[in-house]
């Protein structure tokens, strides 16, 4: 079992920044892949960014290329998502999920195991 902590979350002005951690007191947490989800209200969950096991292959959603970067360090078990240029439309509760590297279709929310609580990010213009 895996059990993800989101942190990080807060109110920002437009073009401010944010860093937001994924932790896990899990031992296996290394083997995982690792992505960042976002839901804004009224709106489906959408994917943000991803990383892979190893930290070697990351990949963006097209909103967010250039502003955001995903990183990992397997020997604190943590995942953290920089983002830069924040803009309004941006706001939403982002989530941290995990799930084997086995399989495809990564930017699917549906296709992930274990997630986090949420945390809250609030870009106002």
């Known amino acids: 079992q895996v059990q993800l902590v989101e942190s990080g979350g807060g109110s920002v002005q437009a073009g401010g920044f944010l860093r937001l951690s994924c932790g896990t007191s899990?031992?296996?947490?290394?083997?995982?892949?690792v992505t960042w989800f976002r839901q804004a209200p009224g709106k489906e969950r959408e994917f943000v960014a991803t990383?892979?096991?190893?930290?070697?292959?990351?990949y963006y959603a097209d909103s967010v290329k250039g502003r955001f970067t995903i990183s990992r360090d397997n020997s604190k078990n943590t995942v953290t998502l920089q983002m830069n240029g924040l803009k309004p439309e941006d706001t939403a509760v982002y989530y941290c999920?995990?799930?084997?590297?086995?399989?495809?279709?990564?930017?699917?929310?549906?296709?992930?195991?274990?997630w986090g609580q949420g945390t809250q990010v609030t870009v106002s213009s």
């Open positions: 999920a995990a799930r084997s590297e086995l399989g495809s279709d990564y930017v699917r929310p549906t296709t992930y195991n274990y």
């Open positions: 899990g031992r296996t947490f290394s083997i995982y892949r």
């Open positions: 990383i892979s096991w190893s930290g070697g292959s990351t």
